[in-house]
């Protein structure tokens, strides 16, 4: 019965992202030259595959996949805003005092803010690919450590290029991935993981420069990282620190202690 149990789940699990990935490759893309919109709609696709696959296996389940999408949703939000900031702005700050990181003037982006949508969107898909239907249902039909398990992998191979930068690229992005899941649990709902998961990626990629998107994603700063490559984090900038594993992991074990005092309450 138990193997019976795992197999539906891998099952499922299959048919989920093989699902969403095939609807998402053949979704029409822009025809726009104008890359700002081109990008809007590129990461809009996936987003309505995303939604559409969890509605259906939602459906499927017969409703019995509770998926935390909201709860308190303004309480989330600060508490996503907060500690998205405070996850950035420690190693950066801590890099520009290292004189690690230095600002060099500004470039000129046309439509800003459509990148800006562009990117929150793209961060809301990975969420709920990652955070969403397939972390609860792993979650309520096993238990919480294999959908950690499960979802940290798929989030680490979907960012596959931190392979290619060395061990500590790989290392941040599954303390990333962890730390998105603390949050998650203490939290209640989706909406602290993805406001900070958009932070970071908005500030830090779209602003910075310092952080890895799709590679047509403009920057707002001109930086340059400089000194040793374990600080710096090479070419992986902000992404490859050792300074951003040391926060990941304290917030980890920050958050981890706030949930269990939680429970225990």
């Known amino acids: 019965m138990k193997l019976k149990k795992i197999a539906f789940t891998i099952i499922k699990f299959i048919g989920f992202f093989l699902g969403w990935a095939i609807l998402t490759s ?8 104008n890359p700002a919109i081109w990008r809007l709609w590129a990461e809009i696709m996936p987003l309505l595959a995303i939604i559409a696959f969890t509605l259906i296996f939602w459906l499927f389940e017969k409703k019995n996949v509770r ?9 989330e939000a600060a508490l996503g805003v907060i500690t998205g900031i405070v996850w950035l702005a420690v190693p ?40 969403g239907y397939l972390y609860q249902m792993i979650k309520q039909k096993h238990n919480i450590v294999a959908a950690t398990i499960v979802t940290t992998a798929l989030f680490t191979a ?31 709902s989706i909406i602290a993981p993805t ?18 998107l799709a590679d047509d994603y403009p ?17 992986c900038k902000i992404e490859g620190s050792i300074i951003v594993l040391f926060v990941n992991v304290i917030l980890i074990v920050l958050f981890m202690s706030l949930k269990i005092r939680k429970n225990s309450r």
């Open 92 to 131: 950066v700050l801590v890099m520009y005092i290292a004189k690690i990181i230095h600002f060099d003037g500004t470039n000129s982006i046309d439509l800003f803010p459509v990148w800006v949508i562009a990117a929150f969107l793209n961060v809301i898909m990975q969420e709920l690919l990652v955070r």
């Open 158 to 188: 979907l960012h596959g290029g931190a392979f290619e930068a060395g061990v500590v690229p790989v290392l941040n992005v599954l303390t990333m991935s962890l730390l998105m899941t603390v949050v998650l649990e203490y939290s209640g």
């Open 219 to 235: 920057n707002l700063l001109i930086t340059t990282f400089s000194g040793n490559e374990i600080l710096s984090g090479g070419v």
């Open 26 to 33: 053949i979704l029409p893309l822009s025809s726009s030259e």
């Open 195 to 212: 406001i900070m998961h958009f932070l970071w990626n908005g500030i830090g990629a779209l602003v910075l420069g310092g952080v890895s």
């Open 67 to 75: 998926l935390y999408l909201f709860d308190k949703p303004v309480k």
